[in-house]
């Protein structure tokens, strides 16, 4: 990262709202937290759910937002807003890619099988030495509870060493996940 550039911090979640307010204050504590940081913001360009709502969030605090989104998606998922900054690419891999290479951290939301899907690219590519930039988890109202277990067992049953256990931050929450970042992106 360049000391002279804001930290970049990319977040994965749903372009769903799910069945819990909670998932959506977290959303927007999260955008506000980025902001009131310094910090800017890229994520999956869709305006829809969790993704809209922090992405919204952190423009409103004054946070530089980058969206990515395969061209495929851009039918289903408008823009947050007509002023968006917005990188179409050919397919999600691609966008994957020009997350990962924008990104100085990584923050994961609630959200479903393209969540689980980011979240597990970056983890292997931290996991494979190709960065070590912070991936923080936000565990609202245990929602990955599950998620954590499993790669606990992964680790029980052979699998996995040790170490993927570090490769990411489980967060009690937002407020928690914003320090554990700054903690890190100041180290």
Known sequence: MDPK??????????SSYGDDPAFRDAARAVGAGIASAGWSMVFGGGGNGLMGDVARSAQAGGAAVQGII?????????????EEK?????????????????SDAFIVLPGGLGTFDEFFEVAVEAQ???HDKPIVVVNVKGYY???????????????????????????????????ILEGRLNA
């Open 5 to 14: 550039q804001k930290p970049a911090i990319c977040v994965f979640c749903g």
């Open 70 to 82: 395969p061209a495929f998606l851009q039918a289903l998922e408008p823009p947050v807003s007509p």
């Open 86 to 102: 917005l990188i179409v690419t050919p397919h999600l891999q691609e966008r994957k890619t020009q997350m990962l290479q924008m």
């Open 128 to 130: 494979l030495g190709v």
């Open 145 to 179: 509870n599950a998620l954590d277990a499993m790669l606990h067992a992964t680790v029980k049953a052979g699998f996995a060493r040790e170490k993927i256990l570090k490769l990411y931050y489980l967060a009690d929450g937002p407020e928690d996940a914003l320090k």
